[in-house]
């Protein structure tokens, strides 16, 4: 199975798109700040979709978080503007724990990360629209499920496919 992760669309969807015709995902989630894109996401995808509220979010009834079982692992997906996630991730880590989860996915600080904390994993997938680290490429992550339910996450850009593929 593979997992296409994405946030901070903030309601533009041409790179979204483009990541969903990419890696033809097989579960979205959206970790907030998609401003109305999340409501669009079956008409890019037939793949499920999960979103959770970020804090450009307003109106809507997504919620603030899920803790979703995917393969071996146990993930708690926000946008993480709660867990002050640009500060640190000491509230995001408790919060985690206090919910039986190995693995976070947050977005907010529109800079893609894979880190290990304590014993978490805590990832980041960046912004697809609006990049804040050095590079400014619009980044997204995939997670790849295997049949043990191990998982691999990796970071991409649209503009790493488009070194490689001569676009």
């Excluded at 033809?24 to 970790?31: A, F, G, Q, T, V």
């Excluded at 996915?105 to 609006?130: C, E, K, M, R, W």
Aim: charged share 25%; net charge negative; proline share 4%.
């Amino acid at each position: 199975m593979k997992i296409l992760v994405v946030s901070d669309t903030h309601g533009r969807s041409e790179n979204l798109r483009d990541a969903i015709e990419i890696e033809k995902p097989d579960r979205i989630y959206h970790l907030g700040d998609g401003q109305g894109v999340e409501d669009n996401l079956w008409m890019m995808s037939e793949a499920p979709a999960e979103c959770v509220c970020g804090n450009c979010d307003w109106g809507g009834n997504l919620p603030n978080e899920l803790v979703l079982e995917v393969g071996k692992h146990v993930i708690l997906i926000t946008h993480g503007h709660y867990y002050g996630v640009s500060y640190g991730y000491e509230k995001i880590a408790e919060v985690a724990k206090a919910k039986g989860c190995d693995i976070v996915l947050y977005g907010h600080t529109h800079v893609p990360t894979i880190d290990h904390y304590q014993d978490l994993i805590i990832a980041n997938p960046g912004s697809i629209s609006f990049p804040r680290q050095n590079s400014r490429e619009h980044t997204y992550m995939t997670i790849l499920v295997d049949n043990s339910g191990e998982l691999t996450m990796e970071l991409h850009s649209l503009e790493e496919y488009d070194r490689t593929h001569g676009n």
